[in-house]
């Protein structure tokens, strides 16, 4: 047991170092962002010294309203990535478009990236893509939490398509383990990466239709999921008298980014299928454990790192399918024609 617990320190190490590696030099890596596609975490400053404060002041003040919009934020911009790669896809509004998907019903904060987006066109127009506002928000509504902050890698541009199928794939709390590994896998993410970014989770909430499967009838047994813990179930069953109230992610400390998440795996207290399933499965159980029994620290470095690696997950597109947003909503309007009056001899 002591070698397998040295070996995954030594595993995410060894993680960590390779990322400071990457962020000493812009990011490029092949199956991540083409080469065309170089980020920098200077890449606003000469064309929009400010940008990052004002998202950072933005971020704040919405906080201060409704510090709720922070967790919202942070899997708003989850579900911009695991779609399309972190192209702003997720924001356009229009039928049949990501926004618009039934996976998308309970997705909130697009408020406050137009907002942001509002102030920085004001201050540098045609400058500041909607991805880049979405990625820098993330990190900074979970610096407001009291998590982590990172340097984050700017320089993407938006897309122009959004597909309501496609961000029905995102993983919905029902999944097993086997699902949500080749979900990440095909977006270049690891089985550390999904632990880790499952950790967000120790803030924000779910609608009690996300696991209402576990508290009844559970796989045709007539009782609840026994992977729940007995007193938790109660209080679930009491809170989740409609399928469509909210309860927290985290039944410890809902309002703090820290590593209780991963606490409360060990006492049944996963609120989702895909959650508790983290600790059962023995491929991300030792995970799991990790950052259980370690110093948060630990956490907050490695959840830093696979936020990166999130942000920079990207499906190549043609140079034509990407802009600057003007409005986060929609995509620019077509320049318009210049046409030669007729000549009258």
């Known amino acids: 047991m002591k070698r397998c617990y040295f070996t995954l320190l030594l595993l995410v190490q060894f993680e960590l170092y390779m990322m400071s590696a990457i962020l000493a030099k812009p990011l490029g ?16 400053f000469k064309t929009c010294p400010a940008a990052e404060e004002i998202i950072f002041r933005k971020m704040k003040a919405w906080f201060r309203k409704d510090y709720t919009l922070a ?5 708003l911009h989850f579900h911009d990535c695991a779609v399309r790669g972190c192209d702003a896809s997720i924001l356009l509004n229009y039928q049949n478009s990501e926004r618009r998907a039934y996976a998308s019903r309970t997705l909130r904060g697009f408020q406050v990236i137009d907002d942001i987006k509002a102030k920085l066109e004001r201050y540098c127009p045609k400058t500041v893509s909607c991805a880049d506002i979405l990625t820098a928000a993330a990190r900074d509504a979970t610096s407001l939490l009291g998590g982590p902050f990172w340097e984050a890698p700017l320089g993407r541009r938006d897309g122009k398509t959004s597909v309501a199928k496609e961000a029905d794939l995102v993983p919905q709390g029902r999944e097993n383990a086997t699902s949500l590994i080749k979900f990440f896998q095909e977006r270049g993410l690891n089985v550390l990466d999904l632990v880790a970014l499952s950790g967000a989770h ?3 909430r779910s609608s009690c239709h996300s696991f209402q499967h576990r508290l009844a009838n559970y796989k045709g047994s007539g009782g609840p999921d026994p992977s729940l813990d007995r007193l938790y179930w109660r209080n679930l069953t009491q809170s989740c008298k409609k399928s469509s109230n909210f309860v927290n992610l985290d039944a410890t400390t809902p309002k703090t980014f820290d590593a209780e998440y991963y606490k409360n795996l060990g006492k049944k207290k996963g609120l989702l299928s895909t959650d508790q399933e983290l600790y059962s499965d023995p491929r991300t159980a030792p995970f799991v454990s990790t950052f ?3 110093p948060p620290d630990l956490f907050y470095r490695q959840f830093a790192v696979s936020m990166v690696k999130l ?11 990407s802009e600057i947003r003007l409005n986060c909503n929609y995509v620019n309007p077509a320049p318009r024609k210049n046409v030669n009056p007729p000549r009258h001899g």
Request: glycine residues 8%.
């Open 202 to 204: 120790t803030i924000g």
């Open 311 to 321: 942000a920079n997950v990207k499906v190549p597109t043609p140079p034509n399918e």
């Open 29 to 44: 890596a092949p199956g991540i962002l083409s080469r065309r596609d170089l980020l920098s975490g200077s890449y606003y």
């Open 71 to 75: 967790a919202s934020i942070i899997r």
């Open 292 to 294: 259980s029994d370690q």
